[in-house]
């Protein structure tokens, strides 16, 4: 792996809340190279997207973050909000999961892909919407000199989209996280955006952060993935660790729970059994044994004892925190 | 723009209509009480045949709806009462004739209207200023000492009556400090600085209690804006923080308090009665309020028509103005 271009040690996020401290995030460790793709996966609740905001300096006042955040070997956490202004929108930048809600109705399109680029360089408005319409069109909306100036509303969700990626793209940004940035999207529409994704990220060489739950787009386009669970690191390793030697029951319950068309299809969809617990509500032992099927295997150091990664076989640093130490084959 | 002029248009049709709805059930009230103009009229002795004769040049004597046809007609034609060397003309548009002022309401309302307006207008620029950024400073210090400032103003000025604090202001600022003048109104054509000194106390007076309302509902509404997905991209754009809160946030509160704006300026406009008779100010609510007191009828239909229309227009004006601030209305 190249050097890379954002790494995150030891992340902890904390929220107080009127119930208490309620670790969010507890204790994960990632790092994305320029061109290269990382996927965060997990169920709701994970932490998966709360990572993202605290690497963006985003969460609310009452979030407590401790570890590493570098850009470049720069360490963004602590950092002054004035110098955190100029990092975000410019060197690291966001696209949301809901297009429609994270436009603001009031200004035109190309208004607001025209401030992101404003507000990082110092250009005259005109130029900057010259920029904007570049943009714009760049991503594939038809026509962008004229629809720079209509308004989201007045545009489908997959159009909205690829304007929300055109203002993230605006500065030329190192890294840029996308989150969930296909979940609001019918299926055909998903598949384009994926692909701008993708055509953009090779060209501008961007490391780019994909928050997903779809292993489907996942497996495509990831180069390297991290199974988030209750807020620690279930699994990690490259695309192919994951998807052909996933040693994590967690992640081959969600490896299982995804519908293939290559093998018959069964009566019901496999699910994981249970829920995923509450930020907090587990102290000790592996956060995901409620849950696991292969707890009698191992017995009572499940409950007793958290598992920390460890080495797993695989193309490089292939990792699980699970106490079976060997790969689970009842599934498979 | 087409659309504006043929929205506004369609909306001045339907004023005239609810205008004419609501002359009619007006004339109804007001025609309908117990009491007889004709008689306070023909003085005292009043003998019957001279109370004939009064009713005959008020035209009381027709029936009321043969009065209220008449009233119609002098609207668009003007109208005689009396013939021969006694008679009395009032030109279109014509609102009724005041028997006891000897003038047509038309003309009482255009000449008390410049001191409704000034004090109107004076006021609600300061009431929307003060509401507005106290709302802000409120939401964004939620919690904190200045909110609770904010809403203690709020909770006073709104439950403060308007005779109260207006002659504490006249005690403490006129008397007491000698500042400002007690009462009296300077047209603004014959000395802008001396109207202004003499509004000065109305204007901050009206500002204060008005203001309440605007406090809270910017308030409340900022707190809703800065909670939605837009603000979060602004955020991760790179904007500062005040940039986020004026230009971001600020837009989806205006279109509420636009509309209270609106609706409250329309009100006063109509006559400011405690405040006028406070200051001592011969406005519409001054006219309207002896008008009552001396049972001159045609006045008090032509204030509250007049009052009527300010509201209908100031929602038409509220309507156009929403879609200047809000695309999703003017680009449907």
Known sequence: MAEPVLEVHDLHVTFTTEGGLVPAVDGIDFAVAPGETLAIVGESGSGKSVSSAAVMGLLPSNAEVTGEVLLDGRELIGLPGDELRKIRGNDIAMVFQDALSALNPYYSVGWQVAEAYRLHHDVSKKKAHQRAIEMLDKVGIPDAVRRADSYPHEFSGGMRQRVVIAMALVNDPRVLIADEPTTALDVTVQAQIMRLLDDVQAEFGTALVLISHDLGVVAEVADDVLVMYAGRAAERGTVRDIFFRAAHPYALGLLGAMPRVDVPPKPRLTTIPGTPPTPGSITTGCPFQPRCAYTHLVGERCITERPELTPRPGEGDHEAACHLGRRPEVLL | ?332
């Open chain 2, 1 to 332: 723009m087409p659309d504006l002029a043929w929205f506004v248009i369609r909306r001045l049709f339907g004023a005239l209509l609810v205008m004419l709805a609501l002359s009619l059930a007006v004339y109804l009230v007001f025609y309908a009480i117990p009491a007889d103009p004709a008689r306070l009229a023909c003085g005292k002795p009043c003998t019957p045949d001279r109370l004939e004769q009064a009713r005959h040049f008020m035209q009381l004597d027709q029936s009321t709806l043969q009065q209220y046809l008449s009233f119609l007609k002098g609207v668009f034609a003007g109208r005689t009462f009396g013939d021969g060397t006694a008679a009395v003309h009032c030109n279109a548009p014509c609102f009724g004739y005041s028997f006891p002022l000897a003038r047509p309401v038309t003309t009482l309302i255009l000449d008390r209207l410049p001191v409704t307006a000034s004090i109107a207008l004076g006021a609600a620029v300061l009431w929307l200023l003060l509401g507005v950024s106290l709302g802000v400073i409120a939401a964004l210090n939620r919690g904190r000492i200045l909110d609770r400032l904010a809403i203690g103003v709020a909770l006073v000025g709104v439950s403060t009556p308007s005779f109260l604090l207006g002659l504490l202001a006249i005690l403490v600022f006129g008397f007491w400090l000698n500042m400002v003048p007690v009462n009296g109104y300077v047209p603004f054509t014959e000395s802008p600085v001396d109207w202004a000194w003499h509004l000065i106390t109305p204007w901050i007076v009206l500002a204060i209690l008005q203001a309440a309302s605007y406090i809270r509902l910017t308030r409340s509404q900022m707190l809703e804006e800065l909670n939605l997905d837009y603000i979060t991209t602004a955020r991760a754009k790179g904007a500062g923080e005040l940039r986020v809160v004026l230009t971001h946030g600020l837009r989806g509160v205006l279109v509420p308090v636009v509309t209270l704006f609106g609706l409250d300026l329309g009100g006063l406009l109509g006559g400011a009665i405690l405040t006028e008779k406070v200051f001592s100010m011969q406005g519409l609510g001054d006219l309207l309020i002896t008008a009552v007191g001396s049972l001159d009828v045609a006045v008090v239909v032509g204030v509250t028509l007049f009052s009527a229309f300010l509201i209908i227009l100031a929602n038409l004006v509220v309507d156009i103005v929403h879609g200047l601030l809000d695309p999703r209305v003017s680009h449907g």
